[in-house]
């Protein structure tokens, strides 16, 4: 029933997992937990079957679209993953070619291109102020400009992705020691910096997007100034066996971009996480950290792979194996602070569209019918679709 202000009276049931009254549905509209958990049984502190920013996904699923792009309505998941697999599909194209630089050059701009498709498509770009962005990215250029040519002859003597270098061990255990905890920590820096200046929006996933552009500017910024020597080098351009250049294909194209840019969003999202309502963040900082301090031992083991002349699969494992952990690290940071964050002004007796699973549902801080948290969309979107509040008689919250 509608009353003469427009709002629907919703049908509400208790949540065994927040005592509260919460429109009846799927998913707690307060607190995101299943509304059926039997009677006294203890809700999962990460809701591990339902990850909260893509529905009908697991916390442990390591998704790349929604873990890297979880603003995305499920509309364009598709076309991100479409986009993904193309590049991948190049890139090996590029390797059976031999085309050493065509391959280099996809590798190092594809991520920067999807990530600034994904700031656009998601409005994300809309919901801070020009000068966050463009200081995030000056800030990650800048960072990666100056780590690049600080650790050039190093990385090129320690970290080569050729078979053919030869490091000695005593000079490989100080460079696994040095150049990983260092390129981290250069890493994080811009989305650090931004943090002090307290950029206006406090939401994880906010910071997760500062996060993971800076990470991104950094990146790009080091890959090119290590990419300039290659070019003129006949040795490396002209005649490299497919089985290496299938190697830095899926090591520089796939893995390194995969774990640069989840650590840099994961300590982001960590940045910026605030709740007041109850535990702190120590939590999800202590998780963050974690999650340094094991990728840093992980980019220490892939030197060692690497310095000690591995094939090239097994290096390229090690490799997938550091991107797989930094991608569901990511994915149960961010569900832990989607969870637990302090969220914004709600409007439960009024409806919304849910850009998770398409239904009409109370305008709550999950969706009653698919669990999706409101954080999960850009604040652009959120007064986008609460300006073209739909019908409330077209559809309630299924059962």
């Keep these: 029933m509608t009353d003469h202000d427009g709002q629907v009276d919703i049908p509400t049931m208790p949540c065994p997992a927040c005592g509260h009254d919460v429109p009846a549905g799927r998913f707690c509209a307060r607190c995101g937990a299943h509304l059926s958990l039997a009677p006294g049984a203890r809700p999962g502190t990460l809701r591990v079957s339902d990850f909260a920013a893509a529905p009908g996904e697991n916390v442990l699923q390591p998704s790349i679209v929604s873990t890297l792009f979880p603003h995305l309505p499920s509309r364009s998941r598709v076309a991100f993953r479409v986009s993904l697999s193309l590049v ?38 809309a919901d801070l102020p020009v000068w ?104 490396v351009t002209g005649d490299l066996p497919i089985e290496d250049m299938l190697l830095q294909a899926g090591v520089r194209g796939i893995a390194e971009p995969l774990t640069g840019l989840a650590l840099g969003g994961l300590v982001g999202a960590g940045l910026w996480y605030a709740r007041r309502d109850g535990p702190d963040r120590r939590g999800v900082l202590a998780l963050g950290g974690l999650g340094l301090v094991v990728g840093a031992a992980a980019y220490a083991s892939v030197g060692l792979a690497e310095a000690y002349r591995l094939p090239p699969y097994l290096q390229f494992a090690v490799h997938a194996a550091l991107a797989f952990a930094a991608v569901v690290a990511l994915r149960v940071s961010l569900q832990l602070t989607m969870l637990r964050e302090e969220h914004a002004v709600i409007y439960p007796e009024l409806p919304i569209l849910c850009v998770g699973c398409q239904h009409v549902v109370p305008d709550t801080k999950f969706c009653p019918a698919c669990g999706v948290a409101s954080h999960a969309a850009s604040q652009t979107s959120r007064a986008a679709r609460r300006q073209d509040r739909p019908q409330p008689h077209i559809e309630m919250v299924e059962q």
């Design 88 to 125: 991948v599909a190049v890139l090996i194209a590029f390797c059976l070619l031999q085309w050493y630089v065509p391959m280099l050059a996809l590798a190092i701009f594809a991520p920067p291109t999807l990530v600034a498709i994904y700031l656009f498509e998601s409005r994300l770009v």
């Design 132 to 235: 966050v962005w463009v200081l995030t990215a000056v800030l990650g250029v800048a960072v990666g400009l100056g780590w690049a040519t600080l650790t050039d002859a190093i990385v090129a003597e320690s970290y080569s992705l050729g078979l053919s270098s030869e490091i000695p061990p005593n000079q490989l255990l100080t460079d696994a020691v040095f150049i990983p905890f260092g390129a981290l920590l250069a890493l994080q820096l811009p989305a650090i910096v931004v943090r002090v200046v307290r950029a206006p929006v406090r939401e994880s996933l906010h910071g997760f997007a500062i996060g993971l552009v800076g990470a991104t500017a950094f990146t790009l910024a080091a890959n090119i100034i290590r990419m300039i020597p290659q070019l003129g080098d006949s040795a």
